[in-house]
């Protein structure tokens, strides 16, 4: 297995990066509130909230004793899947019936069984933790063919299931715009795809996958005994909003007003464009691109569009949680050693291998730290003003609460009714290793 690639001569040490970079000047940045709306449902009150959703649909008579009955997880850091999940097992063994989780994530996790169960693992998912077992096999049957005639396979641990219960969250995609994105029907049609259902799907182009995951989703769902699936929508600050019911003849026709809500929620930068974007950290437990493009305007495709507009981005680490899989690479201009260091290419490249989409894990340029990343960034941005780039610093796609903003904006801060100044000025805080001190702690 690959895990690691040397890059020779990624960092020069004292030697032409290091004169080209010195005295490169870093913008004096201020921290930022950003104000969302946050209705939500209480963790406390979530168990109740999806029984209450199940009862007054009467889908709880769906589920019945003796029952097989698989339960969809995927590989998004959907906020409370765990419990979510867990709910739902109690829910089908207190009907009376034996419930399955079944790894519905398409590709990931390296398109193999232990990758997918480790996945899950570290999202809190397992057979300890759910108390019931987890089916990951990567097999797959014929679904049989969508309405325009195309091939369409499906898990074959769902396959043998008496009943199966969708459960995904609904939000926006990064690389198409349609009726449907993320959500239910993708997870038929990607995620009980498993790498070859998916590949298949995948195979003409994002061009055209929002009618294909409705076509491929649909012949599934036609496919396997769905008794109901389980919407999930989050606010912007990843918050539980509200849980969705819906039969198994529902979901097509009512997934795409969900959506919609969904996209309403969608957090964001309060300010429409800079010239350097630091991210810093990326991964699949905030997005399946690394980073969400509706929110950093990082799309790797032309058919979705939105987000910050920047010259530069300048991505610092990867998460633990992406289990070394570096998608979303493709969308920065500069990264760190410590981030190369820990791409493992055959967790990578399988992902994207499937989706087509290859230019989301081009190796940015590598430099040796953090200070490096980003003025490598400030460097190469052209046509700024007198006062130098803009910068705009998150410490992910998903938590936005609260980012750094360089002083171009003060006047954009004091005016913005969204925006709260939380600082004076001041430079950005590196360690002796020239990285910054606080990473991944600026978002919560």
């Known amino acids: 297995m690959i895990k690691h690639l040397t890059a020779r001569g990624a960092c020069l040490g004292s030697g032409t990066i290091d004169k080209l970079l010195e005295g ?74 034996e419930p399955f989780l079944i790894a519905a994530m398409g590709s990931h996790g390296g398109a193999t069984s232990e990758g997918q169960r480790a996945v899950l693992a570290g999202l809190g998912i397992t057979e300890e933790s759910m108390g019931c077992p987890i089916r990951s096999s990567m097999e797959v049957v014929p679904a049989g063919r969508n309405a325009e005639g195309a091939e369409v396979f499906m898990s074959r641990d769902a396959s043998e299931m008496d009943g199966i219960i969708v459960c995904n969250r609904i939000k926006a995609h990064t690389c198409f715009r349609g009726p449907v994105e993320s959500g239910l029907m993708k997870m038929m049609a990607i995620g009980l795809g498993k790498q070859v259902g998916a590949d298949y799907c995948h195979k003409a182009g994002f061009q055209n996958m ?90 790797v495709t032309p058919y979705a569009s939105g987000g910050l507009k920047s010259q530069r981005v300048a991505v610092l680490d990867l998460s633990p949680e992406s289990h070394n899989n570096a998608t979303g690479s493709g969308m920065a201009h500069a990264t760190t050693q410590r981030f190369f260091d820990k791409i493992d290419f055959e967790q990578t490249y399988p992902n994207v291998i499937t989706s087509t989409v ?72 590196f360690d002796d290793g020239g990285n910054l001190i606080d990473l991944g702690k600026i978002g919560v």
């Open 24 to 97: 490169v000047p870093l913008p004096k940045v201020v921290r930022v509130r950003q104000s969302f709306p946050d209705e939500h449902i209480s963790v406390d009150g979530l168990p109740r909230e999806i029984l209450e959703r199940i009862r007054a649909r009467g889908a709880e008579e769906r589920v019945r004793p003796g029952m097989r009955i698989g339960i969809t997880a995927g590989s998004r850091g959907i906020s409370n899947i765990p419990l979510i999940l867990k709910t739902l097992v109690n829910f089908v063994r207190e009907r009376g019936a």
């Open 210 to 299: 929002a009618k294909n995951v409705r076509l491929f989703g649909q012949t599934v769902l036609n496919a396997l005994p769905v008794l109901f699936g389980v919407g999930i929508l989050e606010n912007a600050f990843d918050h539980t909003s509200e849980i969705a019911v819906l039969y198994k003849e529902e979901i097509p026709q009512e997934e795409p007003a969900y959506l919609a809500r969904a996209m309403d929620m969608l957090p964001k930068i309060h300010v429409p464009e800079c010239d350097v974007l630091v991210v810093d950290t990326i991964g699949k437990n905030f997005s399946g691109g690394g980073m969400d493009a509706n929110v950093t305007g990082t799309f």
């Open 358 to 429: 290859i230019e989301n894990v081009r190796i940015p340029m590598v430099l040796k730290n953090d200070r490096q990343a980003i003025q490598v960034c400030l460097r190469t941005c052209t046509d700024v003003g007198p006062d130098g780039p803009r910068l705009v610093r998150i410490s992910n796609s998903m938590q936005l609460g609260h980012i750094y903003l360089s002083h171009h904006y003060l006047p954009q801060i004091e005016e913005h009714p969204l925006l709260d100044r939380e600082s004076e000025l001041m430079d950005l805080p």
